[in-house]
């Protein structure tokens, strides 16, 4: 085993790096230092150029210092399962999805080689327990995710359940044998482990099952603005075509790169933006033409990424709150809507029944019941979304609930794993 193997929780919102380094732990190191917490790095990308790159919070800062020229990227590991998804054209340059992903990979690999001093070619990679509920496109996003980790610079790697780098990191702190069940809930994936604990040492056969689906945060973002606020952008305008009789609404597919934070920025693309043009030219409504045109300064303006900001706190505040109040107030999309609670629910019904139905398949595979479960240890931001909690707390009562801090688990769990690197293989 070399001196050092690197330990990456490469997240949908945040990444976080730490190390075994010649057999000792190194726990999560401050990759950016100009984040409030320093060990977290935003996994955003911005490109003012195809030449230039920023990362993390040095994204948004240049960002804004550019006044918004370029392309930012978010929640961009959400493409991976998506095989009609190849990338993106910046400046003429076409920039794979496995590239993107490699270049922010690289960066972190280059900060954490810089504090430990030392070249560094092993690594051990959290992934979702699903990519997609599809086995194809699953093994296709870890195929692009070895692609990634190669244009890195790592020679060797090992992806490991992130659910179940939350349960070694919670096999460290007990000396009794228990059952455990871990939901982590990240911005992309909900991912279950069920697993046994022992004072042994960690052994593959410790793993009853490992199951999850393709929707968290991102999806609850994402509903505020299919079931709101994307009317105000045009999303129910019907259209006409010159010399054609046929009505037509605005198209799926440009419904859901608006609805979705992972694909909005892709509105900007040439063709996705001519085409839109040409659905403003030919909409029957004045009214319709009107919205359209607050679509292309979200766009133009670079207004994307601040307004999903602004659901995101809407989304937090519900967690606390029956009612929350969204506002923005940029020029010419000035938007003040009150949400609530009861609503979010409704609307989030779907991502429950997912969430649960995952949960149900991983008691099914470890061939265990419900009340055999000794601790349940929940992680992630939207694993404090109320209704989540009051269904694990209705499942196994309030005394098994545990929590730890929200993006510190894994990782811990992630450098656990790489002691036993050979029981990976």
């Known amino acids: 085993m070399s001196d050092t193997i690197l330990a990456i929780d490469f997240g949908t919102s945040h990444s976080l790096v730490g190390a075994l380094h010649k057999k000792q732990r190194v726990e999560a190191m401050p990759i950016d230092p100009t984040h409030s917490d320093q060990s977290l790095m935003r996994t955003l990308l911005y490109f003012p150029n195809a ?47 496995e590239t993107m992903i490699g270049v922010f ?48 610079g790592f020679q060797e790697v090992h992806f490991v359940p992130e659910p179940l780098a939350a ?86 597919g440009i419904m859901e790169k608006l609805n979705k934070p992972s694909q909005i920025v892709h509105l900007k693309e040439k063709d996705t933006y001519e085409f839109i043009k040409e659905v403003r030219k ?19 303006d670079q207004q994307i990424f601040p307004f999903f900001e602004e659901i995101e706190k809407t989304k937090k505040t519900l967690s606390n709150r029956p ?21 979010f629910q409704t609307w989030a019904e779907n991502f429950k029944q997912n969430i649960f139905a995952a949960l149900g398949r991983c008691f099914e595979q470890a ?3 419900e009340q055999q479960i000794d601790h349940v240890f929940l992680t992630g931001g939207t694993a404090h979304v109320p209704f989540i909690q009051d269904e694990f707390k209705k499942r196994f009562g309030s005394e098994k609930l545990q929590s730890k801090n929200f993006f510190h688990s894994i990782l811990s769990g992630l450098i ?10």
């Open 367 to 369: 061939q265990i019941s």
């Open 167 to 252: 349960a070694l990191d919670f096999k460290r702190q007990i000396n009794d044998e228990k059952t455990i069940l871990i939901g982590d809930f990240g911005g992309g994936t909900s991912d279950f482990t069920i697993m046994k604990i022992t004072k042994d040492d960690f052994k593959k056969s410790d793993v009853l099952a490992v199951d999850g689906c393709p929707m968290a945060g991102d999806v609850l973002d994402s509903l505020f603005m299919q079931n709101r606020l994307n009317s105000t952008f045009g999303a129910n305008t019907q259209y006409r075509m010159p010399m054609s009789t046929n009505l037509l609404k605005m198209p799926a």
């Open 416 to 425: 656990e794993s790489a002691r036993n690197w050979d029981e990976l293989s």
């Open 282 to 300: 030919c909409a029957l409504k004045d009214t319709d033409k009107e919205k359209i045109d607050r679509l292309f300064v979200l766009i133009e």
């Open 323 to 343: 009612t929350s109040q969204f506002n923005f107030g940029y020029p010419d999309l000035e938007t003040s809507e009150v949400f609530s609670s009861v609503e």
């Open 105 to 152: 990979l690289l960066e972190l690999k280059k900060r954490a080689e810089k504090q430990l001093g030392t070249k560094i070619t092993k690594a051990v990679i959290g992934k979702p327990a699903r990519y997609s509920m599809d086995d194809v496109a699953d093994e296709f996003a870890i195929y692009r995710m070895r692609k990634a980790a190669e244009y890195a």
């Open 51 to 97: 030449d230039e790159c920023y990362y993390g919070s040095d994204a948004l800062v240049k960002y804004n210092e550019f006044e918004m020229e370029g392309r930012l990227f978010r929640s961009f590991k959400s493409h991976l399962p998506n095989k009609n998804y190849i990338g993106t054209v910046i400046d003429n340059r076409i920039l794979s999805l």
